[in-house]
Each structure stands twice: as C-alpha cells, then as structure tokens.
C-alpha cells in the first residue's frame, strides 16, 4: 500500500493545477473530481449488468514508460483502454508506478460503477 511519500507528477486543488508535485493520496482525491461523468440511469439499473468484481478483475495491459531525468525522473503508467490521461500514474520506481495505478484504476472503476457509467473491457 502506498503512503503520501510516494510523489506525483503535479500537485492538483479543485481541478487546477497548482504546483509540480503531490503525494498519492491527494492525486487519487484530486483525480475523483476531475474524472466525473454524468449518471447514466439505463446501465446503472440494468440488471444484466456485470458485477463491480467482474470489472474489478478485468486484466487490462499497462504500459509503463520511463521519465527522463531532465523532465524529474521515475515512471509513467497508464491503461491506454481506460484513458492514457484518464487512468494514469506516476512514481519513482517501476513498482511504485504500478501500484498507484492499480489503486487509481480500481476507484476509478468503482467511480464509474457507481454512476452507471460504461466501462470498457480490455481487447
């Protein structure tokens, strides 16, 4: 599990831009406001609909890049089927990249869940 150590590539208030940096925790509190998308009632009550653990486990591929040292260094991760800038994370090691992805994309996920929002499966 990560702790607020774990640095972000900006620092997100109220949707805006603030600074270059953040902790995790206050990316993916950040990242939940931003990424709001209106209620879609027709899924959302749909009773063939998928179960949230269903999509939960869904093994969608991550790509992981590096960050040139010059740009601050660490890794870029993201779910290119998701949103490359809507599911996305950074950290200073490949693992910590990962983590906070998978973090990211699992309240995403149960974000869009809840608002009945489609969601896309892996190809």
Known sequence: MFDDRVKIGVKIKDGQVIGEEAGHKQFIESMKKIVNFKDNKDNKNNKNRKSLEYYLNLKYKIIIEKIDEEDG????????????????????????????????????????????????EPE
């Open 73 to 120: 260094g660490g890794f870029d991760a993201y779910i290119k089927e998701l949103g490359k800038y809507t599911c996305c994370a950074c950290g200073e090691t490949v693992e910590e990249a990962y983590n906070s992805l998978i973090e990211f994309k699992n309240e995403l996920i149960k974000k869009w869940y809840e608002e009945g929002k489609e969601i896309p």
